[in-house]
Nanobody
Framework: QVQLVESGGGLVQPGGSLKLSCAAS????????MGWYRQAPGKQREFIAV???????NYADSVKGRFTISRDNAKNTVCLQINNLKPEDTAVYYC???????????????WGQGTQVTVSS
């Protein structure tokens, strides 16, 4: 089994910063990609950023310049630094990872439980 646990969410004022973290644990053989998504109230879950085991990354156009994804392969963790937060960034942020376990021959996607980010004055 694999678990993804996010942390770091909270209430922040506009213009502030947050750093979200996600730790993967369990019967992990390898992790291909790790990334972040978010879901605002009444909206569909949307892609934010992804980082691959080799270090390459992609971002949604809407967050380029304010969001930075990073990864520690040794600790199976991924972080998302968010700067200059805006009210429209308010959402539940979810960690996602494509993981191959010791029991499987193919990687599959896993999700964390989400962490709430609220941007408000």
């Amino acid at each position: 089994q694999v678990q993804l646990v996010e942390s770091g969410g909270g209430l922040v004022q506009p213009g502030g910063s947050l750093k979200l973290s996600c730790a993967a644990s369990g019967s992990i053989f390898s992790i291909n990609s790790m990334g972040w998504y978010r879901q605002a109230p009444g909206k569909q879950r949307e892609f934010i950023a992804v980082i691959f085991s080799g270090g390459g990354s992609n971002y949604a156009d809407s967050v380029k310049g304010r969001f930075t994804i990073s990864r520690d392969n040794a600790k199976n963790t991924v972080c998302l630094q968010i700067n200059n937060l805006k009210p429209e960034d308010t959402a539940v942020y979810y960690c996602n990872a494509h993981i191959m376990t010791w029991a499987s021959s193919l990687p599959r996607g896993y999700w964390g439980q989400g962490t709430q980010v609220t941007v408000s004055s």
